[in-house]
């Protein structure tokens, strides 16, 4: 892998387990499934997505790529984890959707198509698993036209999500691996809004996830505290 790709090899490595699992809804990808419609009802808030072009960037498995292909979005999903691809292309197949899966990191894959636009990006957690997010930031803007939406869901940083979204989540709920975020990568919407205004992007909405263990229920709330979404418009 180059040296200048935006990616830590030990995060490949652990996606690179969920190949299996990434479609059975009893296993650790459970939660991106039960989280997924307030993820595309979040984004079709914000804009028509009929006939319009997205890139998924980090899709992983395909799970969100292949809901805003199902709502008649022209999908593109990128992964740099083979075997994520892997699952991906065979469930869409599976399911007769059509969805055109890329492995590939985003860096070579703007090298081969350098003008190649989208409608609307979407880069959902992912930036926390990145050595440079920042960067990221800036190749979705780079990807997305003019007026053109990006979307980031990520977790924030205090002590609140320490104990929600690691101790909780990956300890005591155990609905998520242990190991699956470091605390030190998380992200504060400050942060996140900071390096979008550095890439041209201006703040739209943003919509917290929390869960209720007690009801077993992923909502949606304005509370950003933990699990955020966020959505940024394209200025220049």
């Known amino acids: 892998m180059s040296e200048k790709e935006n990616l830590h090899k030990e995060e490949i490595e652990k996606f690179s387990n969920y190949e299996k699992s990434w479609w059975d809804k009893s296993s650790y990808t459970a939660p991106l499934h039960r989280i997924n419609p307030l993820r595309l009802n979040f984004i079709k808030s914000q804009l028509d997505i009929t006939d319009k072009t997205v890139i998924d960037i980090g899709c992983g498995g ?36 059509h969805v055109n899966y890329i492995h590939s990191t985003i860096e070579a894959y703007k090298k081969n198509k350098p003008d190649v636009k989208f ?51 990956e300890y005591l709920l155990q609905m998520i691996p242990r190991g699956t975020h470091n605390y030190k990568d998380l992200i504060k919407p400050s942060e996140l809004d900071s390096w979008c205004r550095d890439a041209n992007l201006e703040f739209v ?6 869960y209720n263990p007690l009801l077993d229920k992923f909502y949606t709330t304005r509370d950003v505290s933990v699990n955020y979404m966020c959505a940024y418009r394209k200025t220049t």
């Open 62 to 97: 395909g799970i969100l790529t292949e809901a805003l292909a199902r709502n008649a979005a022209i999908a593109t999903g990128l992964d740099a984890t083979k075997s994520a691809i892997s699952a991906a292309v065979q469930h869409a197949k599976s399911e007769n959707v």
């Open 119 to 169: 409608d609307f990006v979407t880069c959902m957690e992912l930036l926390e698993h990145l050595p440079e997010p920042t960067k990221m930031v800036k190749e979705c803007a780079d990807l997305v036209e003019k007026d053109g939406l990006v979307f980031f869901s990520t977790i924030n940083r205090n002590p609140k999500s320490f104990l929600f979204a690691i101790i909780g989540a």
């Open 205 to 210: 909405t943003s919509m917290g996830i929390s």
